[in-house]
């Protein structure tokens, strides 16, 4: 088949001289590629001028319900995908981690939009910053998105979770992406993005898909775009330098080459679990997508006096792999993605014997099931053993992107932890230990040169994810060879497409600017008590005074005794009087809260459904007995859960004593109904 390009609202099939795409395993040409006649000035143009504002209309909240609902419709489909992904050489576990796993983060960020955004479509970052001594002038950080387009490059080893893991957090943002994925496996991507288009749940100009060469793509990139890029060192560099991305300051972040290491610790001897799960680690992702992961370990940092033992189990484990065509049920690795992709490996591993012996695989005869070993791009797992740590280079430098990985001994945990930094910057580094020292050692001497670390041991190793398993949860990336740059990280990914700027002015501009309250801006008066009314007749800035109330030392006592707090400073005057901050008995904070709520809340049924939580909870002054207490309640927020029917209202509270200085501050949070209840 002729693989197209959807650009500009359409698809688009190139010209005649097209990039011929091969089944991995049979060497059958499966597809061509070609980006010839597409014009990509006008390709960014349709992403600026038509899926931006359509993007940028909607709330995160919308955003992350299209995203779920896409999520959803790719579930329902995902059989065409793993059908199509053996082509690529994936077995059906490599393709779950691909295609699962990529539909997988679409869910989390849809999760994380609707949990920790505003239904906004500005992101307010941090407390406002107080700039003036009466608080009438302030400044705050808000994000709202570039106006650009995201170019998102990706490898060819994840065709599904390589594009939808840049453009989950890139849609959140409200930023719409241009889809470039390596040419080997676009036939995957090609489909994926067949189907999301079919959907209609994306604006138009949302996504565009280029299949095969980008052409002169990045000649036309402005300050508004953000490229995203995954593949080797050499290329990103190439890329980071292009004129238009330095003359115009466009964003640029790389996720490249990377050394990892996992480290036996020194406790974790022959016979103890730990010894065991590090063996099975190592195998696995030496074997997974047959090596072919930027996160797979490619160095096996182990105690010198349990070296041949390691080797010895790892040689055991690697030769019940079978290797072979990944539609069969036994098979446990397929091949590499290409022929070509076969011959680089081998050039490095021949590069890597220079200095390292070869312990099992290499380029002897080797047993491939249901596979012709001249068409099919299949290696064995290969594994070297490097004794010379002082003066080997290769190992640190040489990345064998396939099924390859190499031992190396170390004396002592600092000499473990020299030897993994010298990958020069990486992904991830894991640790397989019982003891907690040794990991925290391990940790804070790897950190400096890892953007993950991962640290394993018997009680955790049931629900860990791998030490090759990047999570939308955390960041994905790494200093150094590893790029420098950072993917994924819950919110933090979705910051990476938008600008973040310094608002300064009065607190009333701050809250038009964003849409929440802050303290003093001006209140509002709500007509009713707020708890009367509806999410949606509530405003931003609704406030309710309270009366005040007089606290007793009766009161102070009763709690005591409800609550079974009987702390000093609460029942004791004369310890009390000890206490430099007191200077005599005081009330209960979270009597001050109850009292509080005894204030303001509206006890009668009506569209209040729940106090859920408070947030933020300080305690400022003590209130002492005889001091009185009052309450300010304002609608600090609001986020409407549409297929719920009600909203989450975020109220800035704040108690105050008889002299207006205020005794405690918070958020209370409450769950509010839709509409009016009678």
Not at 70 to 91: I, M, N, P, V
Not at 238 to 256: D, G, M, N, Q
Not at 453 to 474: D, F, M, Q
């Amino acid at each position: 088949m002729r693989l197209k390009s959807y650009v500009c609202g359409q698809w688009h099939e190139g010209g005649r001289e097209a990039t011929l795409l091969r089944d991995a395993t049979t060497g059958a040409v499966i597809a061509e590629a070609s980006t010839e006649g597409i014009d990509f000035q006008r390709v960014l143009a349709h992403a600026r001028e038509v899926g931006g504002p359509a993007l940028r209309a909607l709330t995160f909240h919308q955003r992350a319900a299209i995203i779920k609902s896409l999520a959803r419709f790719l579930t329902e489909r995902k059989d065409e995908f793993y059908t199509l992904s053996y082509a690529t050489g994936a077995t059906k576990s490599d393709s779950w981690i691909d295609i699962d796993g990529g539909i997988g983060t679409l869910f989390v960020y849809a999760s994380k939009g609707m949990r920790e955004l505003p239904d906004s479509r500005v992101y307010v970052d941090g407390a406002p910053e107080m700039l003036s001594k009466s608080g009438t002038f302030v400044g705050q950080h808000i994000c709202t998105p570039l106006e650009g387009a995201a170019v998102h490059i990706n490898a060819f080893n994840f065709p599904v979770w390589g594009m939808l893991e840049k453009l989950a957090p890139t849609l959140l943002a409200g930023v719409p992406a241009i889809v470039k994925p390596a040419t080997a496996t676009s036939f995957l991507t090609e489909c994926v993005v067949r189907r999301i288009v079919e959907s209609g749940l994306l604006p138009e100009g949302a996504l565009q898909l280029v299949c095969g060469s980008a052409g002169d793509l990045f000649d036309h990139l402005s300050c508004q775009d953000v490229v995203a890029f995954t593949g080797s060192a050499s290329t990103a560099n190439a890329l980071r330098t292009h004129p238009s991305i330095v003359a115009k300051s466009v964003r640029f972040t790389a996720e490249t080459d990377s050394l990892n290491s996992s480290i036996l610790g020194p406790d974790a001897a022959p016979g103890t679990p730990e010894f065991d799960l590090f063996v099975r680690e190592v195998v696995r992702e030496m074997t997974v997508k047959a090596g072919q992961k930027c996160t797979a370990i490619r160095k096996a940092l182990v105690p010198a006096a349990a070296c041949e033992a390691v080797v010895e189990a790892l040689r055991a484990s690697l030769g019940k792999i079978v290797v072979g065509d990944p539609r069969l049920e036994q098979v446990r690795m397929g091949p590499v993605v290409s022929l070509a992709q076969r011959r680089e490996v081998r050039e490095q591993v021949a590069r890597l014997q220079r200095e390292a012996q070869l312990v099992h695989g290499g380029d002897g005869a080797f047993e491939i099931a249901g596979a012709d070993s001249d068409k099919g791009a299949f290696i064995p797992p290969t594994l070297l053993l490097c004794r010379d740590t002082a003066s080997a280079t290769a190992v640190h430098e040489v990345e064998a992107f396939g099924p390859v990985s190499t031992v190396i001994p170390y004396r002592d945990m600092d000499e473990a932890i020299a030897l993994a930094r010298r990958g020069g910057g990486s992904l991830v580094s894991s640790v397989f230990t019982a003891d907690d020292a040794a990991a925290a050692h391990l940790v804070l001497g790897l950190a400096p040169f890892h953007g993950r670390i991962l640290v394993v041991n018997r009680s955790c190793a049931k629900e860990s994810t791998g030490h090759g398993s990047p999570l939308p949860h955390l960041v994905h990336g790494g200093p150094g060879r590893a790029g420098g740059g950072e993917e994924m990280g819950g919110i933090r990914g979705v910051l990476h497409y938008m600008q973040r700027t310094a608002v300064q002015g009065t607190p009333d501009t701050i809250v038009a600017v964003t849409g929440r309250w802050m303290r003093g801006a001006k209140p509002r008066d709500p007509g009713v008590h707020p708890f009367r009314k509806p999410f949606h007749d509530l405003a931003i800035g609704d406030t309710f005074f309270s009366a005040e109330r007089e606290v007793t030392l009766e009161d102070i006592e009763r709690f005591a005794e409800l609550s079974g707090d009987r702390f000093y400073a609460h029942m004791s005057e004369a310890d009390a009087a000890r206490n430099p901050l007191f200077g005599g008995r005081v009330a209960h904070g979270y009597f001050l809260v109850s009292a509080a709520a005894g204030l303001f809340v509206d006890p009668a049924y009506g569209p209040v459904l729940a106090n859920y939580g408070i947030d933020g909870l300080r305690f400022l002054k003590p209130v002492k007995p005889g001091d009185r207490i009052k309450v300010r309640l304002t609608v600090k927020e609001k986020s409407l859960r549409p297929t719920q029917g009600y909203g989450e209202v975020r109220w800035d509270t704040e108690i105050t004593n008889q002299n207006a200085e205020p005794v405690a501050q918070y958020d209370v949070l409450t769950m509010v109904s839709e509409r009016a209840i009678p």
